[in-house]
């Protein structure tokens, strides 16, 4: 979990994978910013040296690469995101942008579906980059086969309201956590050769009033709970775009933001990359450009008007803006391109390979590793071969859910349920036609199928049946948050009528995030399974079956209620709600306490804990003590045994309070895999950031002198062991990147 990779490693890495592949069409002496051994940001200087301010001004917007009500396609488009003409005089290519985060969104040059992650709270609920790593790849890699060079990937936005539409897209409610996870994500795909936009910058945590709403947050907590998730986001994985967000920071829109854009992202922590506005999050020429904001996204149709045109040509003209500015505007743009390959080694034109069944085993390993077994009474789970089941609801006869909005992939082998509503945006809604019914089936006799709209019905069938597994689902999206956490569709009735005809019944949620479950005790199995993704319906059945342990563990915690947030209520919140958003949220209520530091701070018990999470074997801990390591930063030791009869994965994670007191904070972890019997000797890097504060007058992170309570945890609140870490005056600062 080393933090501390310097900008030049990253770029140089980078840099490296552009180097392999094929050359340029023009020579260096043509055009010398085509001279590879010249580093990047020489390149880039030379290249807008020879540009005009006419190429300099198309570079710096993107064009709507769809058609619209407003403007037919764009030729050359590829019907996406965004989209640059290419320049022959200069050699680039043309730019094409697609989202999003979980998978390629549009057909591309090859007019094909993709294979879909699931919900990005799976990977973080893995506990594990690799796992994360291993779907930015495959994303990239199909991104490029379709024709993009650009992914509006890496969404690390925290999750400080279980009720926001988006938090599918994000990486929970830890800063550290969500960063890693993310920078990994962001890493896999750039190393396909595609630039990742980590997003949305920054405190875009909830959907209602979005484009308007102002979050009001003191800059220091700022600094330790949002700010932080994107610092380690980025310098894990050095995106080469950076996306600003829709929503105010205290009174400033996020994309005119000068001290979050320039002090705080460029200069603070030494980002080169360039600021992309979000689709619509753009509002002035002159304020946004010397506030940081470097490329408008799509202002002709989503924009009031398209600012970084004639706007913007009129303040350079009349000194505004600096010619600087806009050449490092533009700067910022092709030095991203020449780090991460874009120029050197341009997408197909014709439509690559696409190996769309092995990335779905990607797809399907990423479920596996961050589905949560929240509940197995009696040892339900795993279910024994052969047993009748009654598969009731969720459309698990036709596949599994996906979240909605500009992420929302759909399936290679098409969606499973077209004409569902809402067929209009934020959908059409979507399922993956990757079907537990049909995966179930396959491992049983008998199998049977009730689609739970009649709760009678549902009873009955799941009274002739050994087990009956419930699918219950709950549909988000970005542009609206849920006004409550209850299931819709009369699906806790459902659940409840079933476990009272069947005592070994399972719950299996498509949901979100948290729900309200006031049928849990009555219930054999929770398993929680996000939005499955292209995999889902495999994924799930052997997780059940116990092919594979179940290993996720919650990155959120799951309240009980609503009444346990730090908001009852968002103003505004649901499906075309007609009641106005807030112009204002206060998240200085909770603070940096999000999620779990919450309920900690506010003695409250969640229903689950964050990082728990069952599995069908058991471990133990001995010998836990902290020291230095090689690089003198503290690692945690402790000894993990499986000492069940099955393999299985554990997550060992360590929890630190400070000197000078306040809530616990995750400070690092391991994902331990062992047969039964096996032990392993785990060291467990403390991550820095989360022993350091923010020191405002000095501008840098700060480890105070003194001792920190460290406890070994199977949740944050759970706790096997602790120990004391006493650091001395003299140990070092933490510099931001």
């Known amino acids: 979990m080393a933090l501390r990779r310097t900008a030049l490693a990253l770029a140089t890495a980078a840099g490296l994978a552009g180097l392999a592949g094929t050359a340029a069409a023009a020579t260096p002496a043509a055009h010398p910013w085509m001279d590879r051994s010249l580093s990047p940001d020489k390149r880039a200087e030379l290249l807008v040296a020879a540009m005009t301010d006419d190429e300099k001004f198309r570079l710096i917007r993107t064009d709507f690469g769809m058609k619209s009500d407003k403007h037919p396609q764009p030729e050359g488009a590829l019907g996406n995101a965004g989209f640059i003409p290419a320049m022959p005089r200069l050699g680039l290519p043309a730019v094409q942008e697609t989202d999003a985060g979980l998978g390629v969104t549009k057909p591309g040059v090859d007019n094909k579906g993709a294979i879909s992650l699931p919900a990005s709270l799976a990977a973080a609920a893995s506990f594990d980059p690799a796992v994360a790593h291993a779907g930015g790849r495959m994303i990239g890699g199909e991104a490029r086969a379709k024709g993009y060079n650009v992914l509006l990937s890496g969404g690390v936005n925290l999750l400080r309201d279980p009720r926001n539409g988006r938090n599918f897209e994000y990486a929970g409610e830890d800063p550290v956590l969500a960063g890693y996870i993310v920078g990994a994500t962001v890493k896999g795909v750039q190393e396909r050769q595609v630039v990742a936009t980590i997003k949305h910058f920054a405190a875009n945590d909830i959907e209602s009033g979005r484009n308007t709403i102002s979050s009001q947050i003191d800059p220091v907590t700022l600094r330790e709970s949002d700010l932080l998730a994107f610092e380690i986001g980025i310098a894990h994985g050095d995106p080469g775009s950076v996306m600003s967000a829709y929503n105010r920071v205290n009174g400033t829109y996020s994309g005119e933001h000068d001290w979050l854009l320039n002090e705080v992202l460029k200069k603070e922590w030494g980002f080169k990359g360039w600021v992309m506005s979000d689709w619509g999050g753009a509002h002035s020429g002159a304020k946004a450009a010397n506030a940081g904001l470097d490329q408008e996204s799509a202002g002709e149709v989503f924009d009031a008007e398209v600012f970084f045109d004639k706007p913007l040509r009129e303040a350079v003209a009349k000194g505004e803006v600096s010619k600087a500015r806009l050449d490092d505007m533009a700067k910022r743009i092709l030095r991203s391109f020449f780090v991460h390959g874009v120029i050197d080694n341009p997408v197909p034109v014709k439509a690559g390979t696409v190996p769309y069944e092995a990335d779905r085993m990607v797809a399907r390993s990423a479920l596996e590793a961050g589905a949560v077994l929240l509940r197995n009474e009696n040892a339900l789970l795993p279910l024994a071969k052969g047993k009748s089941v009654a598969v009731i609801g969720g459309h698990a006869d036709k596949g599994v859910m996906a979240g909605g909005g500009s992420s929302s992939v759909t399936d290679i082998n098409g969606n499973a349920l077209e004409g569902a509503e809402p067929t209009g945006w934020p959908g059409p809604f979507n399922y993956h036609p990757s079907a537990p019914l049909t995966f179930i089936g396959k491992r049983t006799s008998k199998v049977t199928f009730d689609a739970g709209t009649d709760v009678a019905a549902a009873a009955k069938a799941a009274a002739g049946a050994d087990v009956a597994v419930v699918f219950v689902t709950k549909w988000a999206a970005e542009s609206f948050d849920a ?207 989360a022993l350091a504060r923010w020191d405002d007058a000095g501008k840098r992170w700060h480890i105070t002198a003194g001792t920190y309570q460290v406890k070994l945890g199977r949740t944050a609140e759970d706790f096997a062991a602790d120990a004391k870490l006493d650091l001395p005056e003299s140990f070092p600062v933490v510099k931001a990147p």
């Open 483 to 689: 006004p409550d956490l209850s299931l819709p569709d009369n699906q806790d009735a459902l659940v409840a009528a079933v476990a009272k005809a069947n005592p070994h019944t399972v719950v299996v949620l498509e949901t979100n995030g948290a729900v309200k479950m006031p049928w849990l005790n009555q219930v054999g199995a929770v398993l929680q399974a996000w939005y499955p993704g292209s995999g889902g319906g495999d994924a799930i059945t052997r997780l059940l079956y116990g092919d594979v342990a179940p290993s996720g563990r919650l990155p959120l915690s799951w309240p009980t209620d609503e009444s346990q947030l730090p908001r009852a209520t968002i103003q505004g919140a649901g499906l075309n709600s007609k009641e106005k958003p807030a112009d204002t949220i206060d998240y200085n209520i909770e603070g940096v306490d999000v999620g779990y530091r919450w309920f900690e701070k506010t003695q409250r018990k969640p229903l689950f804990a964050f990082g728990y999470g069952l599995t069908y074997t058991s471990f133990d801990y001995s010998g836990f003590e902290v020291g230095k390591g090689k690089d003198g930063r503290p690692v945690a030791h402790v000894t993990v045994k499986n000492t069940g009869k099955v393999a299985g994965a554990d997550v060992p994670q360590v929890y630190v309070t400070g000197p000078q007191g306040g809530t616990r904070r995750l400070a690092g972890w391991a994902k331990v895999n062992l047969k039964p019997g096996a032990s392993q000797r785990v060291d467990i890097p403390l991550e820095p950031l």
